[in-house]
C-alpha cells in the first residue's frame, strides 16, 4: 500500500509493480493533479523515471531544456553565466523542466484504473496478524503486506511513526505561478538581492514558471489587495522583466507557501512501514532536488525488492538515507545564502558567486549532486 498519489508515491507503485509487487496507491484528495507549478528533472530525476517507469522520452517531448539560465543581481548584472552546452557535458544528460500536473498524468497512465484510489484520507496504520493495515478517515481498512507512506510533508504515516511535531520554517516564503508570456523577453535563471529571489524558467507550449521569494514572519495571508499586488510592489524596481510578468499573473493564478523542511531523520520507518518523498525527507527548494529524490527513492524501493519484503523495506532506507539527508543539508544552506539580507553580507555574497573559482566550485557540486548514489 502506498499512501499519497504525488510523484513520489505513483513511481513507487509502478516501480514495485515491475518488480512483481502488487502495489495500489491511496490518495486523499478526489482526484489527482496539480496545477501551478514547474519542476526541473535533474539527470539523476530522469535516470530514477527511466529506471522505475521507463518515461525518459515522453518526458523529454513535453519539456524543455533548462541550461540557459543565469543567476543575476536584481538589478540585472549578470554573476554566474549560463553555458547549457557545458553543464550539460559535466552532468551527463539534460535538465528539463515540465509542468509538474503533466508529469503526475504521464505516471498515472503507466498504472491500472484499480491501483490507484482517490479520496482515500489515511489517518493510521496498525501491524497486526503478520501484515500492516491502514486506517481511512469513514472507518475503512485496508490490510497489506507492506505501507509506503509517501503523504507529503504533513504525513500521517510519519506522525505516527515519529510524532507529529511541524516541520521547520526555512524563514522565507514562497510564490509560484505559471503563465503565458513571450520568452525572447525573458531573462532565464534566478535573480537575487537582499532577502528576496525571483526566479523565471521557459517551458514548453509558450509558458513560463516563476517563483519568488522573501524573508517574513511564517504564517502570513495574503494581504487586502491580494498577493499580485503586493509582489508588484516587492518586485517594483528590479529589472525586467520581472514586474511585467506578476503583471500579467491573475491573482488565482499565484501559488502561496511558506517553505520549510526538516532535520534529516535516523529513520525512516520499522516494521512493515516505511516513509518515501517530502514524508521522508523535506527539503527547501534551493537545489531543486525535491521532485528528483522523491524518483531517487521510488528507484531504490523497487531495487531492493526480494522475497523478504520487510528486509527490502530496511534495505531501501540504508541506500538512501544518507544521501536524501545530505541534500536536505545542502539545500538549507544553500536557502540560507541565497536569503541573505545584509547589505554588506550581499555584497560579499554576490562578489564571490562572480569570480571564476566560485564558479567551477558550483560545477562540481553539481556534479556530485547528479551523480547516482553519491554523497552531497
Not at 523515471?49 to 515522453?58: Q, R, T
Not at 531573462?187 to 509558458?207: D, E, L, Y
Not at 518586485?235 to 525586467?240: T, Y
Amino acid at each position: 500500500m502506498v499512501i499519497g498519489g504525488g510523484i513520489g508515491g505513483l513511481a513507487a507503485a509502478i516501480g514495485l509493480r515491475r518488480a512483481g509487487v502488487e502495489a495500489r496507491v491511496f490518495e486523499r484528495a478526489p482526484a489527482l493533479g496539480e496545477v501551478g507549478a514547474g519542476l526541473s528533472l535533474w539527470p539523476n530525476g530522469l535516470r530514477a523515471l527511466d529506471a522505475v517507469a521507463g518515461l525518459g522520452d515522453e518526458v523529454r517531448a513535453r519539456s524543455v531544456r533548462d541550461g540557459s539560465g543565469a543567476l543575476r543581481s536584481w538589478k540585472g548584472r549578470e554573476l554566474v553565466a549560463a553555458n547549457g552546452e557545458e553543464l550539460e557535458r559535466l552532468l551527463g544528460d539534460v535538465t528539463l523542466i515540465i509542468h509538474r500536473a503533466d508529469l503526475l498524468a504521464l505516471l498515472r497512465r503507466q498504472l491500472p484504473d484499480d491501483a490507484v484510489v482517490t479520496g482515500a484520507e489515511c489517518i493510521g496504520f496498525e501491524e497486526k496478524d503478520g501484515e500492516v493495515a491502514a486506517r481511512f478517515a469513514g472507518g475503512t481498512e485496508v490490510g497489506g503486506d507492506v505501507l509506503i507512506g509517501a503523504d507529503g510533508i504533513h504525513s500521517a504515516v510519519r506522525a505516527q511513526l515519529f510524532g507529529s511535531s511541524p516541520p521547520a520554517y526555512a524563514g522565507y516564503t514562497a510564490w509560484r505561478s505559471v503563465l503565458a508570456f513571450d520568452h525572447t523577453r525573458l531573462a532565464p535563471g534566478i535573480s537575487i538581492g537582499r532577502g528576496c529571489q525571483f526566479g523565471q524558467v521557459p517551458m514548453a507550449n509558450g509558458q513560463v514558471y516563476w517563483f519568488a521569494t522573501e524573508n517574513r514572519p511564517a504564517g502570513q495571508g495574503a494581504p487586502p489587495g491580494g498577493w499580485r499586488g503586493a509582489l508588484l510592489e516587492l518586485f517594483a524596481r528590479w529589472h525586467p522583466p520581472i514586474p511585467e510578468l506578476i503583471a500579467a499573473t491573475p491573482e488565482a493564478a499565484i501559488l502561496h507557501n511558506d517553505i520549510v523542511d526538516r532535520p534529516p531523520h535516523g529513520r525512516w520507518g520499522e516494521g512493515r512501514v516505511t516513509l518515501l518523498g517530502d514524508a521522508a525527507h523535506p527539503m527547501t527548494p534551493d537545489l531543486g532536488q525535491g521532485a528528483n529524490q522523491a524518483l531517487e527513492d521510488a528507484q531504490a524501493l523497487a531495487a531492493a525488492v526480494g522475497p523478504d519484503l520487510v528486509a527490502a523495506l530496511r534495505a531501501y532506507e540504508s541506500v538512501r538515507i544518507p544521501r536524501a539527508s545530505a541534500i536536505v543539508r545542502g539545500s538549507r544552506r544553500v536557502g540560507r545564502i541565497m536569503q541573505l539580507d545584509s547589505r554588506l553580507a550581499c555584497w560579499a555574497r554576490d562578489s564571490l558567486l562572480s569570480t571564476r573559482a566560485a564558479t567551477r566550485m558550483q560545477l562540481r557540486q553539481l556534479q556530485k549532486l547528479v551523480a547516482p548514489g553519491a554523497p552531497v
